[in-house]
């Protein structure tokens, strides 16, 4: 080895002496800064246990609100053929939706939607093409 070779091959290890001592320094600030972090949440926790613990109750709060939600886009047996009235009018204004599309429009699950997209489709009063998550529906 001659006398460039070993300035390049010690150029290289101060350099990575570098990068390492600044990936610790990084390591250190982001340990430090997750635990500020987990002790801002248990203060959160013991504030709201403490001064608001009626949002801890599953009937308040944001998990009722999306509870309440899922509830109003499942449809139940009554409303199916208002459900199939609306669809087919979604379709008639939009043709070539798919099932996410009319289920979002319609605001019900996707597997309601697709039940009755099934139906009506035996019925023949609607026909589909393409294939799976790309079919796309419009009036017969």
Not at 60 to 79: D, Q, R, T, Y
Request: charged share 30%; with cysteine; hydrophobic share 30%.
């Amino acid at each position: 080895m001659n006398i460039e070779e070993v300035s390049i091959l010690k150029a290289i290890v101060h350099d990575q002496k570098q990068e390492l001592e600044r990936l610790q320094k990084s390591e250190e600030t982001l340990s430090h800064e997750n635990q500020k972090l987990f002790e801002q949440n248990e203060k959160m926790k013991k504030f709201i246990t403490d001064k608001h613990p009626e949002l801890l109750n599953s009937n308040h709060g944001v998990k009722a609100e999306m509870e309440e939600e899922a509830l109003e886009m499942e449809p139940s047996e009554s409303n199916t053929e208002e459900l199939a009235g609306q669809l087919l009018k979604a379709l008639r204004e939009n043709p070539g939706m798919t099932t996410l599309q009319i289920s979002k429009h319609l605001r019900i699950e996707s597997k309601a939607c697709s039940t009755i997209l099934y139906l009506l489709r035996k019925q023949g009063v609607i026909k589909s093409s393409g294939q799976k998550r790309g079919t796309r529906y419009s009036l017969a």
